[in-house]
């Protein structure tokens, strides 16, 4: 089952340059939450703060703590390489293995954690692209056709699988509809929509119908300042802060 998420007095520089500034947010277990924002306000820093993506950077650093379920995600001796097995991520762009079958790109997260059991494989494997939608549509070209071969939108739900297949307790989401077609993107909300049974969902967009879709929370972010966190309902139709009304209707963004 999905984890709730607590940040707090959370800080972000890269370099000198300060990214985040005191952010505090808790999210709710088993529900999607959705970050908004204009580019450059800190969204996907902040998400990549949550699995230790964020100090991979050169010069990166931050301040402040974060606790997913009963994971304190910065405490010392916290293995990093275990928080991004717990917490999986999905980026912008697609990035199956290029070289892998569709079986070995999900199955890659499996063996590098101990799995190499021909039956649970093909089991875990198939239980992530059933999750994901794609099984019906791959399944008989598993092992025949690399993950590349596949379309935009299937490239997505392939990660997405891939992601899926180690259990994870959260699923991150930079923009993952991004840089598909409007078909695709359906899939990918529809699906989304259904990872909440089972996950916590944390997915930044810049489409801010597709926030009011999918999420039953909604972050909005303005120059490193998480300037207001509610219902997104609420978030939608009658905002507490004039900043976000007026991103919200346009007018900056």
Known sequence: MGVGIEVRNLNAWFGKAQVLNEINIKVSPNAVTAVIGPSGCGKSTFIRCLNRLHEIVPEARLTGSVQVGDMDVYAPGQDAVDVRRRIGMVFQKPNPFPTMSIYDNVAAGLRLNGYNKRHD?????????????????????????????????????????RALAVQPELLLMDEPASALDPISTGKIEELIFQLKAKYTVVIVTHNMQQ???????????????????????????????KRTEDYITGRFG
Not at 137 to 156: A, H, R, W, Y
Request: proline share 1%.
């Open 121 to 161: 494989l093909d089991v875990a494997v198939e239980s992530s692209l059933q999750m994901a939608a794609l099984w019906d549509e791959v399944k008989d070209v598993l092992k025949k056709k690399s993950g590349s071969s596949l379309s935009g939108g299937q490239q997505q739900r392939l990660c997405i699988a």
């Open 211 to 241: 926030a009011a879709r999918v999420a039953d929370h909604t972050g909005f972010f303005l120059m490193g300042k998480l300037i207001e966190y509610d219902k997104t309902e609420k978030i939608f139709t009658t905002p507490s802060d």
